[in-house]
């Protein structure tokens, strides 16, 4: 049932001609692809984790002092629109800051004094960051 002929009514006589002349002869051909297809696969998702690892971080450093590539790309010439999204970027990274804070003092990372004056210091910068969007506002 399972020769080398017994996959002649499913591929073509060419296929199979070169499939015997080939040195993996008496293996699944059908198991070779899906190996090949598993490991594809894994090297795409590894490319694509080493990406978002390496822009991540650019994207976070980036955002911190300059207006948003949208913004930039939309044409805002407006100084107050600028303003805001820088305003609202800082927002967004000082509080990204504070829970990436709140997860390392979880884990153990920090002390308990060094956790209450760096999340003191980000909250006085969120308050004076709230009072500037409120007066554009």
């Given at each position: 049932?399972?020769?080398?002929?017994?996959?002649v009514?499913?591929?073509?006589?060419?296929?199979?001609?070169?499939?015997?002349?080939?040195p993996?002869?008496?293996?699944?051909?059908?198991?070779?692809?899906?190996?090949?297809?598993v490991?594809?696969?894994?090297?795409?998702?590894?490319?694509?984790?080493?990406?978002?690892?390496?822009?991540?971080?650019?994207?976070?450093?980036?955002?911190?002092?300059?207006?948003?590539?949208?913004?930039?790309?939309?044409?805002?010439?407006?100084?107050?629109?600028?303003?805001?999204?820088?305003?609202?970027?800082?927002?967004?990274?000082?509080?990204?800051?504070?829970?990436?804070?709140?997860?390392?003092?979880?884990?153990?990372?920090?002390?308990?004094?060094?956790?209450?004056e760096?999340?003191?210091?980000y909250?006085?910068?969120?308050?004076?960051?709230?009072?500037?969007?409120?007066?554009?506002?």
């Amino acid at each position: 049932m399972f020769g080398l002929n017994a996959g002649v009514k499913f591929h073509p006589q060419g296929h199979v001609n070169i499939f015997t002349s080939e040195p993996l002869v008496y293996t699944n051909s059908h198991i070779w692809a899906a190996y090949l297809f598993v490991m594809f696969v894994l090297v795409i998702s590894a490319l694509c984790l080493l990406y978002r690892q390496k822009f991540h971080g650019q994207a976070i450093s980036s955002q911190e002092g300059r207006t948003t590539l949208l913004g930039a790309l939309a044409g805002n010439d407006d100084p107050e629109e600028a303003e805001f999204m820088r305003l609202k970027t800082k927002h967004d990274v000082l509080l990204r800051r504070i829970q990436a804070l709140d997860q390392d003092y979880d884990c153990g990372r920090l002390g308990e004094e060094e956790y209450q004056e760096t999340r003191g210091r980000y909250k006085q910068l969120m308050v004076r960051v709230k009072l500037q969007l409120r007066q554009i506002v």
